[in-house]
């Protein structure tokens, strides 16, 4: 079974700095899709980043990019220029590619953008 | 594009009732629909999967008793709590996913539900 960690509960930045959340997960398949969410105090689910994983190239989305090793199992999501508006929860979520095709979610971080 | 409108947003019930959560995708077909549990500062519990015209696959330890699903049609699925009771309370969410593409599932906005 598919599994996805997230070790570090809670996290700060300041204002402009860049921070990394880490995500590493575990699974025997070979082709799957990772993604990282945002969730803000109003509750709503946001896409953040989507890494296929037969990519070697790492996704980027703005301020947002990935640092996916596939070999290691780990998918971390890199915040630059951090803005008020990123405080929120962020999740990291595993898809097969096969079956149902559901998430498998990691605990999540709460990140705070400090001013 | 990719909206999924979940209503209602809140809602009170008393012990007992029931309650219909619904989820509707507003520009796509959605094949296949995902409900969620979520408690307070934890992560999203994956309760059933619903695909259109058959019934849903429940996840382990889920009452499909207590939690009808319906997906009638490509675009609305309804999330029932039957016989509702205070440890029912909670955040659900729906998502949804677009027929042949896999770009990520779009979420509803939830629903807080409180028993009373």
């Known amino acids: 079974a598919q599994t996805v960690t997230q070790s570090q509960p809670e996290m700060s930045v300041q204002e402009a700095e860049t921070v990394t959340l880490s995500c590493t997960y575990d699974t025997s398949e070979s082709n799957y899709y990772l993604f990282w969410y945002k969730q803000p105090p109003s509750r709503q689910m946001i896409l953040v980043i989507r890494?296929?994983?037969?990519?070697?190239q790492n996704a980027t989305e703005n301020r947002f990019s990935v640092n996916f090793q596939k070999a290691a199992k780990s998918f971390s999501l890199k915040i630059s220029d951090s803005q008020l508006g990123d405080t929120a929860m962020y999740f990291c979520a595993f898809q097969t590619t096969s079956g149902t095709y559901k998430y498998i979610f990691g605990t999540g971080t709460r990140l705070k953008v400090l001013a | 594009g990719a909206v999924v409108s979940q209503h209602p947003s809140r809602v009170i019930c008393k012990s007992g009732t029931s309650v219909k959560i619904e989820c509707r995708s507003l520009d796509f077909q959605a094949t296949t629909m995902f409900w969620y549990r979520q408690f307070p500062k934890q992560s999203l519990m994956l309760m059933a999967t619903?695909?259109?015209?058959?019934?849903?696959?429940?996840e382990q330890g889920v009452e499909k008793d207590k939690f009808l699903i319906n997906h009638a049609s490509l675009t609305l699925s309804t999330l029932t709590v039957t016989s509702a009771h205070p440890e029912d309370s909670s955040f659900y969410i729906c998502?949804?996913?677009?027929?042949?593409?896999?770009?990520?599932?779009?979420f509803g906005s939830g629903t807080r539900l409180t028993v009373v």
């Open positions: 619903s695909n259109e015209g058959s019934k849903a696959t429940y």
């Open positions: 998502s949804a996913s677009r027929r042949g593409t896999n770009y990520g599932y779009t």
């Open positions: 890494q296929e994983a037969y990519k070697q």
